[in-house]
């Protein structure tokens, strides 16, 4: 019969030998070897081992913590509440075995006068009790009882004839009852042992519909916490922490999750600062030739009838004035200060001439490139003309790298808020096109004209424009 049992990783050996020899010389017998002997399995030596031991002392390390072995080995200890946990390095120990309180012998230097060295060995002492410890009163059966006489033989015949009948078939049904209640308990067992290394809630929760009574329950109440909080605390998103502290509200981790949201609000309160809401002033720059085209501006009188200036491509911010400004407004009627969502059909305003610089309006026919189709002029439309609010007036906003999955595809998220620096596609309301950069730039105007275009994937950057303030 050994004292102690060591778990470790064969990668943590030599620790294990000096700690052995250590724990000898305060006297404990100790198994640490696993030398096989001849015609035995390594399985057989630990399992006999374990049953032989008094307690179960794991090693936690890098090592230990993946090894399967010294996972099963604590487990075994667990399962007779004489685990004794003990770090060696400054690990996460693994969820199943994180409500016992681990010794940290992380800088232990083979000081036996050591406090957390001392304290082990006080814990040590206390799990497998005082070494030939006296047994209980033991009732001594006396010899002299009295034998039945001639009075008592009818009683002593019925007595044989009927309750010895009952005595056996009770016997026989409490031995059925145990049989039942331990073929369950060990249904349980088995479950649990298949489980408890698993980082699946869904398991332990099965474990409690299957056993509501089971030795583990308390086990599973924790590891379902514990998986639960590392789920949510990952992200940045408030309305799970409160989850958490909705169902545990007395939890482990409140106070943790109350700071969580703290921190979230002021995320949030920070990002929503960048956010675009309807009435800002925006400039729209060009991510054609590595952002470096330039941006969106009015410049001269149309070519398009009636319309007012050209819209076109100028290396300035503001080419003349505000000619490069824009107010973004709702086409479907949403408040001036509400976010502008991906998606939203919007006007965009010059702000040019003390902002009567017209709508982005898409008008008459411009040819930008040889071999494709023509494209459609982009100009701004009088204010006070029906064109200013009509169909060639609109364009849908839809955020570039704002995706999401669907049906295992990326796809554009069509609820994410544009925000500052937003890469975003302008897409022509009544036929599909694209707003982008048309042609080559005039050197002596350093401008590009702009145009309604359908877009081929040729040269997917002239499509894409970024939000400035």
């Keep these: 019969m050994y004292d102690i049992f060591i778990s470790y990783s064969s990668r943590d050996k030599d620790f294990a030998k000096d700690f052995a020899e250590d724990l000898k010389s305060e006297g404990f017998s100790v198994w640490w070897d696993t030398s096989i002997p001849a015609g035995k399995t390594y399985a057989e030596v630990i399992e006999e081992a374990l049953k032989a ?13 993946t090894s399967d072995w010294v996972k099963l080995e604590a487990n075994e200890g667990r399962e007779k509440k004489v685990l004794i946990p003990v770090k ?30 001392k304290k082990l060995i006080q814990d040590i002492n206390s ?53 039942m209640s331990n073929n369950k308990r ?11 290394y698993q980082n699946d809630i869904s398991l332990f929760e099965t474990y409690k519909e299957k056993f509501p009574n089971g030795k583990y329950i308390k086990e599973a109440d924790s590891i379902i916490e514990d998986l639960l909080w590392a789920s949510y605390s990952k992200l940045n998103d408030s309305l799970n922490v409160v989850k958490y502290i909705t169902k545990y509200p007395n939890g482990r981790f409140v106070a943790e999750a ?25 400039y729209i720059r ?45 086409a479907q009627e949403k408040a001036i200060g509400s976010a502008v969502i991906s998606f939203d059909w919007i006007y965009l ?42 169909l060639t007036s609109k364009w849908k906003i839809k955020g570039r790298l704002e995706t999401i999955i669907v049906n295992n595809e990326k796809v554009l998220n069509n609820n994410a808020a ?15 096109h694209f707003l982008q950069i048309c042609g080559d730039i005039d050197p002596k105007k350093d401008i590009n004209d702009a145009s309604a275009f359908p877009n081929y994937g040729n040269v997917a950057s002239e499509i894409y424009w970024e939000i400035e303030k």
């Design 88 to 117: 060696i390095e400054d690990v996460d120990i693994p969820f199943a075995f994180k409500n016992i309180q681990a010794a940290n012998l992380i800088n232990w230097n083979r000081d036996h006068q050591h406090p957390d060295f």
């Design 418 to 432: 544009i925000k500052i620096n937003s890469q975003v596609i302008l897409d022509s309301g009544d036929t599909g």
């Design 258 to 282: 109350h700071k969580k949201i703290d921190s979230i609000y002021e995320i949030n309160k920070k990002e929503s600062k960048k956010i675009i809401t309807y009435g800002d002033i925006i």
């Design 186 to 196: 060990d249904k349980a067992v088995i479950f649990w042992n298949d489980i408890s």
């Design 349 to 390: 305003v010059n702000m040019y001439n003390d902002g009567n610089g017209g709508y982005l309006d898409k008008c008459g026919q411009l040819e930008c490139y040889h071999n494709i189709p023509k494209s459609h002029g982009v100009s701004t439309s009088n204010p006070n003309s029906v064109r200013s609010t009509g």
């Design 127 to 179: 799990i497998i009790g005082v070494k030939n410890k006296p047994q209980g009163n033991v009732n001594i059966i006396p010899n002299n009882l009295n034998k039945p006489n001639s009075k008592n033989r009818l009683y002593t015949s019925k007595l044989k004839k009927y309750y010895i009948p009952v005595v056996i078939f009770v016997a026989l049904g409490a031995f059925g009852l145990n049989w």
């Design 286 to 330: 060009s991510l054609e030739n590595d952002a470096q085209a330039g941006y969106l501006n009015v410049y001269e009188d149309a070519q398009c009838e009636s319309n007012l200036y050209n819209v076109v491509v100028s290396q300035n911010r503001n080419h003349s004035g505000n000619s490069g400004q824009w107010k973004i407004l709702s």
């Design 53 to 65: 031991s008094k307690s179960v002392l794991v090693l936690w390390s890098s090592n230990s913590i």
